[in-house]
């Protein structure tokens, strides 16, 4: 199904077309470094290191940084799971984000507050009595 430009959404065959507009094809090697480096610029804005990342993703540490440079093509599989961790659109990841319409990059505090929305209950109090003990100190 494509929603494409008569719907005002880019559709999958829109990214493809925009991306071949950048001199990118999904089969490049250029494609495959420019979305590692998106993936490494996500990663340390929001203060992981690729071990960590790594864990969370399930695959080695040495995989990540063979992705991260462009070494190795990165499965599809792994976009929604990164476009989670990260709190950005798989579009975004792709470099469409700005593309297709949509608004820029959320704040780090915004991605930080929706990773905090995903613990449990218990660390979630932890993460807010630090946030109400750094506010109180601030108010002083």
């Known amino acids: 199904m494509r929603l494409g430009r008569d719907s005002g959404k880019a559709s999958y065959a829109d990214g493809i077309a925009i991306h071949r507009d950048r001199g990118y ?18 990663r340390k804005e929001q203060g992981l ?14 995989t990540l940084a063979h992705y991260e440079v462009g070494r190795a093509r990165m499965p599809v599989s792994l976009l ?8 950005v659109a798989v579009d975004e990841l792709l470099g469409l984000g700005n593309d297709t319409g949509k ?19 218990a660390r979630q109090q932890v993460a807010m009595d630090v ?5 109180a100190q601030r108010a002083r």
């Open 131 to 135: 946030l109400d003990g750094v506010l």
């Open 25 to 42: 094809d999904f089969n490049d090697e250029a494609f495959f470094k420019a979305l590692g480096a998106r993936i490494a610029e996500l």
């Open 80 to 87: 929604p799971e990164l476009a989670k961790i990260f709190g």
């Open 103 to 121: 608004r820029g990059r959320t704040p780090k505090f915004q991605k930080q507050l929706e990773r905090i929305a995903l613990l449990p209950r």
């Open 49 to 62: 290191s690729q071990q960590a990342l790594a864990d969370e993703l399930g695959i080695p540490q040495q």
